[in-house]
């Protein structure tokens, strides 16, 4: 008894400057590490802050979020200005989703499923988990720095701020499937068509070879091949959700996709520091 009330004390006491591993997160912790997390992302990423572009992107992500088993996190939905095709979840409900991943979907559906992919790893916790794993506090934002360019933008260099290699963190094969199945049911639950995450991962699979630069960032931190599409739609095919009322695509969307595409480019990267 003596030594579980130490091992409390032992992580209650290195909180503040890092997450040891072996130390449970709890759901008050992990809000507060995605707060601050966030905050920093916030200060230092290009993001693309339009009214407009902010409550159609927030509006789809809580038409998902509150029907998961998390509904009562304070979630939040943010646009980076990056072209890379990608999108990031923080511990604790905070979404990113890429400038690029909007301008390159086809349907409203896609972009659905890949934010309900994302909001899938926060229902799992799996950032939380990989804290507890290794003890890196700010396992968020260099995640981040793996799916964007904001270590290299704005004056960032948040990994280095951080003191942790940005190329460690990466979610496992098992987190992506866990958060592909998540993707499934959210958007379905939702009234949205749940084949927008295997079609926007095909997608992506196709054009590879011709667009290497725009997707490589989301190949590198969301490994993908065509047995993840295969298993999203078996999925798919189990639920037996053909045939069903659920929406793919909206007039909104696309005004909202041209909206993104009439801005300003985003801001180009420095050349990696040798």
């Known amino acids: 008894m003596e030594s579980r009330y130490a091992h409390r004390a032992v992580c209650a006491a290195v909180f503040s400057l890092a ?3 072996g130390c449970s997160v709890s759901p008050e912790a992990e809000r507060e ?20 572009i902010d409550r159609f992107v927030t ?10 088993s998390r509904a009562n996190l304070d979630w939040h939905f943010s646009v980076v200005n990056s072209p890379e ?3 990031f979840a923080l511990p604790g409900g905070f ?7 909007i301008e390159q979907a086809d349907r409203l559906d896609e972009l659905a499923g890949i934010m309900g992919h994302e909001i899938g790893h926060v229902v799992r916790r799996h950032s939380a988990k990989q804290i507890e794993e290794t003890g890196k506090r700010d396992a968020g934002v260099v995640l981040l720095c ?17 003191g942790v290699d940005a190329k460690s963190a990466h979610y496992s094969q098992k987190d992506e499937a866990e958060a592909d199945s998540e993707g499934v049911v959210n958007t379905t639950r939702a009234g949205i068509d749940p084949e927008g995450l295997p079609s926007f991962f095909q997608k992506l699979l196709d054009t590879r070879a011709r667009q290497p630069s725009a997707f490589e960032s989301f190949f590198s931190t969301h490994p993908t091949d065509q047995s ?34 009439t801005m300003p480019p985003p801001p180009k990267a420095p050349p990696p520091k040798q």
């Open 19 to 21: 997450v040891a591993a």
């Open 59 to 68: 509006a789809l992500g809580e038409s998902m979020a509150v029907r998961t």
């Open 228 to 261: 993840r599409v295969t298993a999203t739609r078996k999925q798919i095919a189990a639920a037996a959700v053909a045939g069903k009322d659920l929406l793919r695509d909206t007039p909104e969307f696309h005004a909202i996709q041209a909206r993104v595409k």
């Open 85 to 87: 095709v990608n999108a």
């Open 33 to 52: 590490i995605g707060a601050a997390d966030a905050a920093k992302i916030d200060s230092e990423m290009p993001l693309i802050r339009d009214t407009v």
């Open 95 to 101: 979404i990113y989703v890429n400038r690029g991943a």
């Open 146 to 162: 793996t799916l964007t360019i904001a270590c290299r933008t704005i004056g960032g260099q948040i990994a280095i701020r951080v």
